[in-house]
Every structure is written in C-alpha cells, then in structure tokens.
C-alpha cells in the first residue's frame, strides 16, 4: 500500500463555532455537505464533520507545523473562539505553543528546528 495523503476528520461541538475558529487562524473553507466542510492551508487539508463526541474531542490532537511559531502566534492569539492558549516554548526539536479548540481538540503549532 502507498499512502498519497492523509485527511483527518474533526469533531464539531458547534460545527458553526468551530467553521468560525479555524477560518480565524488561517485555513479557507470549502462546502462538502451540510455536515462537512474541507479546510485547508497550504498542502495541508482536514475535515471538520457535525459530530461530536466528548470523549474523542477531549483527546483528539494535531501537530500544525508551521515556518514562524511568532506569527502563528499572534494569529491564534486573536481567535475569539479558542477554549484557551499556551505560551510558546522551546525545546530540544523546535518551538511550541498550544491551542485548545472550541470542541476541546488539542492543536500543537510547532515550529521544527
């Protein structure tokens, strides 16, 4: 098997509040159906789908990498829809904040060395 991609599907406590987030931190949306949009930045694309369940939510997490951690900053910084945000710190790999999503997800933004 060669994988040419991988797209991972989002839950959506508030589909419209999480549509609004990630619009909010700099990826464009395109309509699926009425119960999935496409978002992407970049070569990089997810699915946000109306479905939530708590427990996949609270423990859903994604690495976003990106080329200045400073400016991502800012930009995350400034979502009125995040729960909450993290201070950058650095290690040994690179730069890192964290980013909880409305839904409860988890987004590391990483800057690698």
């Known amino acids: 098997m ?3 991609d991988i ?5 959506a406590r508030d589909y419209a509040v999480s549509q609004a987030f990630y619009t909010e931190i700099g990826f464009h949306s395109e309509y699926v159906s009425d119960d999935l949009t496409l ?13 939530f369940e708590p427990a996949l939510a609270e423990n859903f997490m994604l690495q976003i990498c990106v080329t200045n951690i400073e400016d991502a900053f800012t930009v995350c910084s400034a979502s009125q829809h995040k729960q909450r945000i993290s201070p950058i710190s650095e ?4 730069k890192v904040f964290y980013l909880w999503g409305p839904s409860g997800e988890l987004l590391h933004i990483t800057e690698l060395k």
């Open 2 to 4: 060669k994988v040419t």
């Open 7 to 11: 797209k991972p599907f989002l839950p």
């Open 39 to 51: 978002f992407e930045n970049g070569d990089c694309l997810f699915f946000l789908q109306r479905f």
């Open 91 to 94: 290690e040994p790999w690179g």
